[in-house]
């Protein structure tokens, strides 16, 4: 899980075929964090939430194990990770951190 926010952003994973819900923190800026606790063949509903004195989103985005398995082969099928990583980010040129992550803005 991928998130371009500036700031990390919270998760709520919910396996409702189980009956089980928990949270997760993603850190924002690009990074790159995998889901954790994350059931094989089994749809989980995933909902948003900015700030921890804010409400999670409303509408929940359903994903399963397949789902992303058919969405990787089909979509890079001959490609390597490095080309796909490379066409997406373009060079990297710089050590600093690309746009929109090299400044804070002054009225947070």
Not at 16 to 35: F, H
Not at 57 to 85: F, M, R, Y
Not at 87 to 97: K, L, V
Request: some cysteine.
């Amino acid at each position: 899980m991928r998130s371009h926010l500036p700031d990390p952003i919270i998760i709520h994973l919910e396996k409702r075929s189980l009956g089980l819900n928990e949270t997760q923190m993603i850190p924002g800026k690009g990074q790159e964090k995998s889901l954790q606790n994350v059931e094989p063949d089994l749809t989980h509903h995933l909902t948003f939430q900015a700030r921890e004195e804010d409400d999670p989103s409303e509408c929940a985005v359903p994903i399963s194990t397949a789902l992303i398995k058919q969405i990787a082969t089909k979509s890079h099928a001959g490609d390597t990770l490095n080309q796909i990583l490379s066409e997406f980010y373009g060079a990297d040129s710089s050590p600093q951190p690309l746009w929109p992550y090299t400044k804070k803005d002054s009225f947070r």
